[in-house]
T-cell receptor
Framework: SQQGEEDPQALSIQEGENATMNCSYK?????LQWYRQNSGRGLVHLIL?????REKHSGRLRVTLDTSKKSSSLLITASRAADTASYFC???????????FGTGTRLKVLA | EAGVAQSPRYKIIEKRQSVAFWCNPI?????LYWYQQILGQGPKLLIQ????????DSQLPKDRFSAERLKGVDSTLKIQPAKLEDSAVYLC?????????????FGEGSRLTVL
């Protein structure tokens, strides 16, 4: 079953613009992670945010978490063509590191 | 540090045949996962191991899928007999299981086509 649902399903922007994607989930979480997947490859971890955190930064990435709305957002600033990929959120609801992935956002950055 | 190794990368079989996928996690990682990713969808958790014990296999179709983790290291996922809807990429991931971490490291995946 899918716990998270990303929005939008697909996003196309110009290089240099910011990209924002959202993840909504159904049940309370211990932490939430964001992953990137290039076409035909495995997933790569981007950032983890815990339930008691509201915002985290890593390079050009900014993640927010609103537990009252059961949602998270991933902002990629100054996007590059190399950021073209699918982005997934994953949630741990049980505290046993059982990670359930969302449906993903396909990002295309045009040069 | 070597990453998560999976084999084979690609496999094509006829329906009702059997197939096995192998995964070697990052050394020292206690937690191992198998995910199924159908084209255009997010990864779906099939089974989670902690060392050589099963933590969760609630989404594993046990009538045809089986998985084991030998001595808490390598793991094998088997499908017998395969159905057309099993066509997907099978992703193996591992994690240290440390409460201060949580990051999953993924292999490149094994792409299965069932004809």
């Amino acid at each position: 079953s899918q716990q998270g649902e990303e929005d939008p399903q697909a996003l196309s922007i110009q290089e240099g613009e910011n990209a924002t994607m959202n993840c909504s989930y159904k049940t309370s979480i211990n932490n939430l992670q964001w992953y990137r997947q290039n076409s035909g490859r495995g997933l790569v971890h981007l950032i983890l945010i815990r339930s008691n955190e509201r915002e985290k930064h890593s390079g050009r990435l900014r993640v927010t978490l609103d537990t009252s709305k059961k949602s998270s957002s991933l902002l990629i600033t100054a996007s590059r063509a190399a950021d073209t990929a699918s982005y997934f959120c994953a949630t741990d609801t049980s505290g046993t590191y059982k990670y359930i992935f969302g449906t993903g956002t396909r990002l295309k950055v045009l040069a | 540090e070597a990453g998560v190794a999976q084999s084979p990368r690609y496999k094509i079989i006829e329906k009702r045949q059997s197939v096995a996928f192998w995964c070697n996690p990052i050394s020292g990682h206690a937690t191992l996962y198998w995910y199924q990713q159908i084209l255009g969808q997010g990864p779906k958790l099939l089974i989670q191991f902690q060392n050589n014990g099963v933590v969760d296999d609630s989404q594993l179709p046990k009538d045809r899928f089986s998985a084991e983790r030998l001595k808490g290291v390598d793991s094998t996922l088997k499908i017998q007999p395969a159905k057309l809807e099993d066509s997907a990429v099978y992703l193996c991931a591992s994690s240290s299981g440390d409460s201060s971490a949580g990051e999953l490291f993924f292999g490149e995946g094994s792409r299965l086509t069932v004809l």
